[in-house]
């Protein structure tokens, strides 16, 4: 059971932003980095967003990560037909000593 | 090229013990702290385990005592024990390469599959 909270889904069209929200608490976002994981149909996770709002190389900046308190908020701008996947918040928990995942968020692109 | 291949996944009957190996390249394997991730089929990714650099080692309530993560520096490898094994365990089992201290997930395996079924 995750301890890391986001809506279901979520979706927009080509173009539109859209918003992800990530809930936890002060053992785990509020006190660590937030990350961010895309996971496309079929295929292995992928690094999208680090230490609350950094972008790895080769990531659009459509992305944009945020964090305020124990929460964190991911963005994207411009949707596009291929931003259509899984997306999870993750961070460290410093009382439970473990690294926790979001419960995930479909995003949809109508 | 960074790359993780992981094998070893297998059909096991319930309580039975299965290993999982991951083969780096790519980059320096004794610099990197390294995670197991796995996912059940339509579900969410859950953590499993991970091992620093100095063989530190952390797990996620579910597979503790039954689950021992390893590393060989020398064979650029990065295994996983897993012994007791039951339905929940089910899953495609990724490993992920980590920064040193940091949770940072940035390459990950294509994945195994672990089916615990009689």
């Known amino acids: 059971q995750s301890v890391l909270t986001q809506p279901p889904s979520a979706s927009g069209t080509p173009g539109q932003r859209v918003t992800i929200s990530c809930s936890g608490s002060?053992?785990?976002?509020?006190?660590?980095?937030v990350y961010w994981y895309q996971q496309l149909p079929g295929t292995a996770p992928k690094l999208l967003i680090y230490?609350?709002?950094q972008r790895p190389s080769g990531v659009p900046d459509r992305f944009s990560g945020s964090k305020s308190g124990t929460s964190a908020s991911l963005a994207i701008s411009g949707l596009r037909s291929e931003d259509e996947a899984d997306y999870y918040c993750?961070?460290?928990?410093?009382?439970?000593?473990?690294?926790?995942f979001g419960t995930g968020t479909k995003v949809t692109v109508l | 090229e960074v790359q993780l291949v992981e094998s070893g996944g297998d059909l096991v009957q319930p309580g039975g013990s299965l290993r999982l190996s991951c083969a780096a390249s790519?980059?320096?394997?004794?610099?990197?702290?390294m995670h197991w991730v796995r996912q059940a089929t339509g579900k969410g990714l859950e953590w499993v385990s991970v091992?620093?650099?100095?063989?530190?080692?952390y797990y996620s309530g579910s597979v503790k005592g039954r689950f021992t993560i390893s590393r060989e520096n020398a064979k650029n490898s990065l295994y996983l024990q897993m012994n007791s094994l039951r339905a929940g365990d089910t899953a495609v089992y990724y490993c992920?390469?980590?920064?040193?201290?940091?949770?940072?997930?940035?390459?990950w395996g294509q994945g195994t599959l672990v089916t615990v079924s009689s």
């Open positions: 230490w609350n709002n």
């Open positions: 091992i620093g650099t100095a063989g530190d080692t």
């Open positions: 790519g980059f320096t394997f004794s610099s990197y702290d």
């Open positions: 993750a961070a460290w928990d410093d009382s439970l000593n473990v690294y926790v």
């Open positions: 002060s053992s785990n976002i509020g006190n660590n980095y």
């Open positions: 992920a390469r980590a920064r040193q201290g940091r949770p940072l997930l940035d390459y």
